[in-house]
């Protein structure tokens, strides 16, 4: 390669990586049985297609033991098109007691396993928060919104400067309230969803775009 | 003499936490919950910490042994002022009561209100 050729991709790397819009990289957070992977997998479902799914759902906490990330999800709304990669995280939780997994019907060994990886997954998610731009923070509209898990997230965020949206999900529930969680966390835009059914999803790819574009 | 039974509760000032490096914070939560001990804390500690003691208490936890903490703060406050907009001023620290998860339950919390149960069976 002569010289002249040489210094034309160097200039030309460097300005790609001045300028080149990259896409974010944003993290879905929330307690255990919030509907993280289920949000995710009905992005991938929307956005990506061919029956790629982020992960596997189920009705007992800590399903997603690792975290996974999906690049490149081009995300296309009224307004603009955006593209992000998307870091499905475990469960964040403070305590994690194997007895739940054995009420759930699990044998003694089965639930010492899902713990210790369980333990393993909250670690892991607490690290990417140092790693992302910017977090999706899935809460259940039918639950109390005020756990620690919501606050400390909120708090990383807001401590970080990075931009958040709040997911008030399981709005298909007839026990949902989605106003208690605007009520707690007034100063961060919120999107009430059903992951599960799609309801609300236009809104959140609006907000989606808006928050990360 | 009296002989009383109970469980240990350890108010804990703001100046005694802020003598202390984050990574010295988090190790004396974790010890003296450990020892089942329920401490409040006057100020609490920031968001990073909180997420370091989360990190810790997972590290450590053990079947039969150790099933993790109970840990519970007030949100932070909406600060709109114009002040709090330019220098992006982290969220204020508030009060925040931890213990072990097999003796403390949240019965209730609000944005100004944090009710729990203690108890001493393990």
Known sequence: ?213 | MIYMQGIQMDLVSEGKMSQMASTEKVRYIIDEVRKGKILVLEKGLNPMEEAKLIEMTMSIIQPEVFSGIEMQSYPSKEDTSILSKIFKRQGNKRLTVIGPANQLKTLKKDRNLISALVSANK
Request: net charge negative.
């Open chain 1, 1 to 213: 390669m002569s010289v002249i050729k040489r210094v034309k991709v160097s200039f030309s790397k460097f300005f790609d990586k001045l300028f080149k819009k990259k896409g974010a990289c944003i993290g879905i957070y929330g307690p255990p049985n919030a509907g993280k992977t289920t949000l995710s997998n009905r992005i991938l479902r929307d956005w990506v297609g061919n029956e790629e799914t982020m992960g596997s759902v189920s009705h007992i906490a800590h399903e997603t033991r690792h975290a996974k990330r999906r690049n490149s999800i081009s995300i296309e709304t009224k307004h603009n098109t955006i593209n992000l990669d998307i870091v499905d995280t475990p469960g964040l939780a403070t305590k994690i007691d194997f007895h739940d997994f054995m009420e759930e019907g699990m044998s003694d060994a089965e639930s010492k396993k899902r713990s210790k990886e369980a333990t393993e997954g909250v670690i892991e998610a607490v690290k990417w928060l140092e790693d992302l731009d910017g977090v999706i923070l899935v809460m259940d509209s039918t639950e109390n919104p005020y756990t620690q898990v919501n606050v400390t997230v909120i708090g990383n965020m807001e401590a970080r400067n990075l931009p958040l949206l709040i997911v008030a999900n399981k709005v298909d529930l007839p026990e949902a309230d989605p106003g208690v969680i605007k009520e707690a966390f007034p100063q961060h835009p919120l999107v009430p969803i059903s992951a599960l059914e799609g309801v609300g999803m236009d809104s959140f790819y609006e907000a989606l775009a808006k928050q990360f574009g």
